[in-house]
């Protein structure tokens, strides 16, 4: 049976007295000027428009981040667009038009499907990791993780570190440039990595201390801090910029002070930079990207204001560590 996801307002003394109806295409975050179906977007506090099946959402001068299937963030650079074919959570489609996006995939649920088109061409996205298409340039560049891309009765598989071109398809790929890739749509995606990786950390602390477990993988709101970031159901998974997303109890067991032999043994803080099972915040350095300026690299510190009770939203089993 299809599991849909829904959005649960949680506090240390009440949950699940209200539930949302999620599906993908939330627009999360925009900086800048964006449009759907010609309209201006306009973005209130703790309000998230979504993209309907058949519409158009496009930046005009600015970027803008979508949330997809839980795990999944797509990121639009300046002038770019696409067409939203299917907002289900386990079957997340839509049409590239304009421009650049780059697809950040943190975790993929088993069952759920996340394809995007270019042109003729189809693309779905098969593991997780970090897929960049460009419409002007005709390709699509796979920094990490590995896709299925069909166009004109053929198959092909990308892998990370190659680059499909949409007009002349071929099994035979080329490898690209990591490192020469890295533009600004590449460091404000792993900025924005960093922020959400930040705040799934205050949302597993809070849920994991009062005792909320996941029954499945999905999106946590987080109302003090404006916005979403992504719960596994259990266990955690690493992006590819580095960062960790931690379930509740899992964070709550790494933070647990433990006993190592010789005396009782501070919190463990999730090799992230945090400290132990307190509420405050702390900074988080952990990012593995390869190069990215001041956004990914070993050592990127990123902060964010002290927790309150989030929200969290279930939305399909996620593939535990």
């Not at 930046?59 to 300046?78: H, K, Q, W, Y």
Request: hydrophobic content about 40%.
């Amino acid at each position: 049976m299809t599991r849909y996801a829904t959005l649960f307002l949680l506090t240390p003394a009440l949950f699940g007295q209200m539930a949302i109806s999620v599906k993908s295409g939330l627009i999360h975050h925009v900086e800048g000027q964006a449009v759907m179906d010609g309209v201006a977007v306009k973005k209130k506090a703790n309000e998230f428009p979504m993209v309907k099946e058949g519409s158009t959402f496009a930046t005009e001068r600015g970027t803008a981040e979508i949330l997809l299937s839980p795990g999944s963030f797509l990121r639009l650079g300046p002038d770019s667009s696409f067409q939203m074919k299917s907002v289900k959570l386990e079957d997340a489609r839509l049409q590239m038009l304009s421009g650049k996006a780059m697809l950040e995939v943190a975790e993929l649920a088993k069952g759920h499907h996340i394809v995007v088109g270019v042109g003729e061409a189809g693309t779905e996205i098969t593991q997780a990791g970090l897929y960049e298409f460009d419409v002007k340039a005709g390709v699509l560049r796979v920094f990490d993780g590995k896709a299925k891309v069909m166009v004109n009765d053929q198959v092909a598989t990308v892998k990370g570190g190659r680059v499909f071109v949409f007009d002349r398809p071929s099994t035979d790929l080329a490898k690209f440039n990591r490192k020469k890739e890295q533009d600004g749509l590449y460091a404000w995606s792993a900025m924005r990595s960093g922020l959400l990786a930040n705040a799934n950390m205050l949302a597993a602390r809070t849920l994991g201390s009062n005792g909320y477990r996941m029954s499945m993988a999905g999106w946590a709101y987080y109302p003090s801090l404006g916005f979403f970031t992504y719960l596994p159901r259990s266990g955690m998974c690493q992006n590819f910029f580095g960062y960790y997303y931690y379930s509740p109890a899992t964070l709550i067991a790494m933070e647990r002070p433990r006993y190592d032999g010789g005396g009782m043994g501070g919190g463990r803080g999730a090799d992230s930079g945090f400290g132990g099972g307190g509420s405050g915040m702390a900074t988080m350095g952990m990012g593995r990207g390869s190069g990215g300026g001041d956004f990914g690299g070993r050592g990127a510190s990123v902060s964010a204001p002290p927790p309150a009770a989030p929200a969290a939203a279930a939305g399909g089993g996620g593939r535990a560590r």
